[in-house]
């Protein structure tokens, strides 16, 4: 099946420092990448949608300076959050679409990242 | 505007039983996809099952099977055999036809008693 890996899975970092986390897919392109965040027993809100060789398209309310996407490839994707502060402590959480009739273009997961900021 | 709803914020189910978790959802797209996810305490998102807008038939994926009632507009999911593994979050979410965007619901918290 389409297998998405995420990097790193958990993250402590000081406040005011820059922090990325990779997204992969590992055994198909993914022309499109979404970047999601969690909180505790809610549900994914969705921050961008990543394109390769484009720029990211933000939701309402996601500020683009402090969450860098960029998609160099049609297998990376990356997330930075720049300058973190304590209140950027969340799950963070990729998704990647498999084109095609045959997957029906499911996104596939990335297992997550836990930030904490101190 | 899309929108999916998912109205029991928990279950219990006892081991070996049949589960249902309700979806209902709202869009004036006709062509739209469902999907199911289950996310453990681990945090990942697991693919479950997949039923397209102009499907004929309720997808199945072994002891899941999606009950897609068009007119309705629901698409719940129905657990078999539950098994203490299946304690999870599920949810379920509708993708958008122009943007591939996933719009989820709330969620709900299953757990499987032994």
């Known amino acids: 099946g389409a297998v998405v890996s995420q990097h790193p899975s958990w993250v402590i970092c000081k406040s005011g420092t820059s922090v990325k986390i990779e997204c992969r897919s590992l055994?198909?392109?993914?022309?499109?990448m979404f970047w999601y965040r969690q909180f505790p027993k809610q549900s994914l809100m969705l921050m961008a949608t990543?394109?390769?060789?484009?720029?990211?398209?933000?939701e309402q309310g996601v500020e683009k300076d402090k969450f860098l996407i960029n998609h160099a490839s049609l297998t990376l994707s990356t997330l930075t959050v720049t300058s973190a502060h304590p209140e950027d402590s969340s799950f963070y959480i990729c998704?990647?679409?498999?084109?095609?009739?045959?997957?029906?273009?499911?996104?596939?997961f990335g297992a997550g990242t836990r930030l904490s900021v101190l | 505007a899309q929108k999916i709803t998912q109205t029991q914020p928990g279950m219990f189910v006892q081991e070996k039983e049949a589960v249902t978790l309700d979806c209902t959802y709202d869009?004036?797209?006709?062509?739209?996809?469902l999907f199911w996810y289950k996310q453990p305490s681990s945090g990942e998102m697991i693919f479950l099952i997949y039923q397209g807008s102009y499907d004929q038939q309720n997808a199945t994926e072994g002891r899941y099977s999606l009950n897609f009632q068009k007119a309705r507009k629901s698409a719940n999911l129905v657990i078999s055999a539950s098994q203490l593994g299946d304690s999870a979050m599920y949810f379920c979410a509708m993708r958008e036809a122009y943007t591939g965007k996933l719009i989820f619901g709330q969620g709900t918290t299953l757990q499987v008693k032994p």
């Open positions: 990543s394109n390769e060789g484009s720029k990211a398209t933000y």
């Open positions: 055994d198909f392109q993914a022309t499109t």
């Open positions: 869009t004036s797209d006709p062509s739209y996809g």
């Open positions: 998704s990647a679409t498999a084109l095609g009739s045959r997957t029906k273009n499911i996104q596939y």
